[in-house]
């Protein structure tokens, strides 16, 4: 019989063979002069694949924990798959093919001649990828959102635009960099032009208006939607269920603006705490320049405090950087890269410094701790660490577990006193009220026939964000459907299991043993992370 172990092994390796890029970035050998495979045959082959492990992992009876894992993962993988998302999305980073790869690429750093070569081989095959997918695209049924085809042609003509283009990655031998710049210049960038072309003339005449957003305007959208929110949550939730939490929330987080927001600006209704924030010019950065210090100077905060609520903290430190000039109009606020395994790159918090006088700077605590230290750094990089586990085990893209421990981490800074003042507190609302409100806007869009204004002006009355972020933010929905569900429900259950591990051990309750406890196995679905606290408690007990 196939062990657990096995089993994990195999499934990444489905895995790494459909995105042969992440594979890179993560420091998995093999892979590095591919790209993706784009057509619709290669999908299929995806999910034979992964349905054929999930089959024989609930079969053995070896490593519990990894075979639950192998089993979500691999069910995730053919939902995924089978989503056929990449025939509709074109200018959100997390599901749009050209724009997921125009941001991923420069951050390759070849580490020898051999390395440098499988790289120019790999932007060799840009022309047949660009047609593959052009031709599927082509074929498909399903009419995209006209204004995000447009924002994917305006990325393409920034990308054409730039003298120094961000695909000459470094290179150590002097001919291959030569090398690379011909074939930018003779095959790559015409492929992207090409491409582009395609998509201004073919793509976007058929695009749906921002009034049918949604995967209920989509033929089986519904039972799609209902496919991603289970693959994204790990839970049986439905939209019509996390719409009605959503709303409870945000009724719920009122009260804590107007606590909190009376020691700030004095006594008044939580609708006016949220108008001062967003109204008050003095909470907007003035430079770049600042935004980037203030991260670093939270994340080292973060950093030496730590110790008091991790018995195990990573052994590499969080780097910050910006978000690179060609990719911020259309990337979001901040996110975290990965380290490489190889060591090749560090862990790094980007923050996105475009526009930077219209971004406001209450939340920016809130998104360093969320992004950076105790949240995805610590989380990620100490799953780095746990070299005894199959490495699905420490890469698994649990959505609920990443983003829903990211977003614990948040609440749990001002646990730790890490919070600079009350108004970063009020920050840390604000990043509260955006993840509820997710949970009413995206089954908004997706499940109750929401249009794209009626998002906008949901977040204008109860998430803390200026027009940039929230229109960023409503399109990511539309174009990553149920992924932002994620983050609030998997707090919600992190936030339960620590309550009733409370509970249950009384004075015997260890903080730092419960958070190496969740972060010690690597992403978990709820039900299993669920099940590994309830025998910690009975062992405990």
């Given at each position: 019989m196939t062990t657990a172990r096995e089993l994990a092994d195999d499934l990444l390796a489905v895995a790494m063979d459909a995105d042969p890029v992440m594979a890179t970035l993560m420091g998995v050998p093999g892979r590095d002069d591919k790209l993706p495979d784009p057509s619709a045959e290669a999908d299929r082959e995806v999910c034979r694949r992964a349905e054929g492990i999930a089959e024989l992992a609930r079969s053995g009876e070896d490593d519990p924990v990894t075979r639950a894992v192998v089993v979500q993962q691999a069910v995730a993988l053919a939902r995924r798959a089978d989503a056929n998302l990449i025939e509709h999305t074109h200018a959100e980073g997390l599901n749009a093919p050209v724009a997921l790869l125009l941001n991923a690429l420069p951050l390759i750093r070849p580490a020898d001649d051999r390395a440098g070569r499988a790289y120019l081989t790999r932007l060799s095959g840009f022309p047949r990828y660009l047609e593959a997918l052009a031709h599927r695209q082509r074929g498909s049924s399903r009419r995209p959102v006209a204004h995000l085809v447009a924002a994917a042609v305006a990325r393409l003509d920034r990308y054409l635009a730039e003298d120094a283009d961000p695909l000459a990655i470094p290179l150590r031998d002097t001919a291959l960099a030569a090398e690379c710049a011909v074939l930018l210049e003779t095959s790559v960038r015409p492929a992207f032009a090409r491409y582009r072309d395609f998509l201004r003339t073919e793509i976007a005449p058929r695009g749906r208006s921002a009034d049918e957003p949604g995967l209920c305007w989509l033929t089986g959208g519904g039972e799609l939607y209902a496919d991603l929110i289970g693959m994204y949550t790990t839970t049986d939730h439905t939209a019509e269920q996390l719409h009605r939490i959503g709303l409870d929330l945000i009724e719920a987080l009122d009260r804590e603006y107007e606590e909190i927001?009376?020691?700030?600006?004095?006594?008044?209704?939580?609708?006016?705490?949220?108008?001062?924030?967003l109204d008050d010019p003095a909470l907007?950065?003035?430079?770049?320049?600042?935004?980037?210090?203030?991260?670093?100077?939270t994340i080292a905060r973060a950093e030496r405090a730590a110790g008091d609520w991790f018995g195990t903290v990573p052994a590499a430190r969080c780097a910050v950087a910006a978000v690179p000039e060609s990719d911020a109009p259309n990337a979001p606020l901040a996110y975290y890269l990965d380290p490489a395994l190889d060591g090749s790159r560090p862990g790094t918090y980007f923050v996105n410094t475009h526009q930077a006088e219209q971004r406001d700077r209450f939340s920016a605590e809130a998104t360093a701790f969320h992004e950076g230290v105790p949240g995805h750094h610590f989380q990620i990089a100490l799953a780095q660490q746990l070299t005894d586990l199959p490495l699905l085990r420490r890469f698994a893209s649990i959505e609920a577990y990443l983003e829903g421990w990211?977003?614990?981490t948040e609440r749990l800074a001002d646990e730790m006193g890490l919070y600079s003042s009350d108004v970063a507190?009020?920050?840390?609302?604000?990043?509260?009220s955006l993840r509820a409100a997710r949970l009413v806007v995206d089954t908004g869009?997706?499940?109750l026939r929401w249009t794209r204004q009626q998002a906008v002006d949901y977040l204008r009355a109860h998430a803390v964000m200026p027009d940039v972020d929230i229109f960023s933010e409503v399109d990511r929905y539309i174009e990553n459907p149920a992924q932002a569900l994620s983050y609030m429900v998997g707090r919600l259950e992190i936030q339960r299991l620590r309550g009733e591990a409370e509970r249950r051990l009384g004075d015997r309750f260890d903080i730092r043993a419960f958070h190496d406890l969740v972060l010690g196995g690597g992403p978990l679905p709820m039900a299993v992370l669920a099940d590994v606290v309830d025998r910690w408690?009975?062992?405990?007990?």
């Open positions: 927001g009376a020691r700030v600006f004095g006594p008044i209704p939580a609708d006016r705490v949220r108008a001062r924030l907007r950065w003035a430079t770049a320049e600042e935004m980037l210090v203030l991260a670093e100077e990211a977003l614990y507190r009020l920050g840390m609302l604000s990043a509260d869009i997706h499940a408690c009975d062992s405990a007990g």
